[in-house]
């Protein structure tokens, strides 16, 4: 953990001593200490500490499937070069894929680090479901909800202690929180209204139908096995609400659902 910046571990100190001694009533902190530099290297700790365990991550070799990630990568690039994202140009914005078709669930991690199972990109049934939840784990990383949460949920001192790498099971344990979207780092309600919102707005600005993360919902209510992780966020019938409201805000324009090239995604899956 060593590729964390000198000025976050010494605000980190500067702000352990505040904390201790002028704040011990309180059980939240609403200061993001990480900087967006702090936010990539971060992200690549995980995706190094993903790639070493194959047995629970699984991913796809790029260049044993090439056609699937110049599908889930031309995906990425419709939603990237809309021109809206803060941190285009600053955060990586990689993708994986990983192989387990009965997870139906994907994950960002800080830096613009994506992770997608096969399983929900089996599951889904157009580009514009799929490209609604891209858009929507984008938008996680880019309005930095994922280190606001983590700064949140394992405190100040913790925090400390994993900056300076002396709290290696920490890593492990936010990596699985992330991958399973369950404990202390689910994203907050409001999190989750808000990356809903910069999903419709982003593929508002691309030819995909912009309510394609509605759609995700609507098809995952009639799984007879939906993740568990949604036990965790927003009721699905809200935020259908919800996104219906900046779609029509935004003019209601009704874009593609794209199913032939989206099924031609799916048959490039191992």
Not at 11 to 25: H, Q
Not at 27 to 51: H, Q, T, W, Y
Not at 76 to 87: A, E, H, K, P, V
Not at 134 to 156: V, W
Request: aromatic residues 12%; negative net charge.
């Amino acid at each position: 953990m060593k590729k964390f910046s000198s000025s976050l571990i010494l605000s980190l100190i500067l702000v352990v001593f505040i904390a201790s001694s002028c704040n011990k009533g309180s059980d939240e902190s609403p200061i993001n200490l990480f900087s967006v530099d702090d936010d990539i290297a971060f992200g690549k700790s995980m995706e190094e500490e993903i790639a070493a365990n194959p047995q629970d991550f699984p991913l796809l070799d790029a260049s044993a499937h090439p056609e699937a990630y110049q599908h889930i990568n031309r995906i990425r690039d419709s939603i990237l070069n809309t021109g809206m994202l803060f941190y285009e140009d600053k955060f990586e914005w990689k993708v994986y894929i990983i192989k387990n078709d009965s997870m139906l669930n994907a994950f960002a991690t800080p830096g613009g680090y994506m992770y997608f199972y096969t399983g929900i990109i089996k599951y889904l049934d157009n580009e514009a479901q799929f490209a609604g939840v891209m858009a929507h784990e984008m938008a996680h990383c880019d309005l930095r909800h994922s280190t606001n949460q983590i700064t949140k949920a394992y405190g100040i001192q913790i925090m400390l202690s994993i900056l300076l790498g002396q709290a290696p099971g920490q890593l492990t344990e936010i990596i699985a929180s992330y991958a399973y979207g369950l404990g202390t780092l689910a994203f907050s309600r409001d999190h989750e209204y808000e990356a809903d919102e910069y999903s419709v707005k982003f593929l508002y600005q691309t030819s995909y139908e912009a309510r394609g993360i509605a759609d995700f919902f609507i098809k995952m209510e009639g799984s007879p096995h939906p993740p568990e992780f949604l036990s965790t966020h927003p009721s699905p019938e809200n935020r259908i609400e919800k996104i219906t409201e900046v779609w029509q805000g935004l003019g209601g324009k009704e874009g593609n659902t794209y199913v032939e090239s989206y099924n031609a995604f799916k048959a490039s899956l191992p």
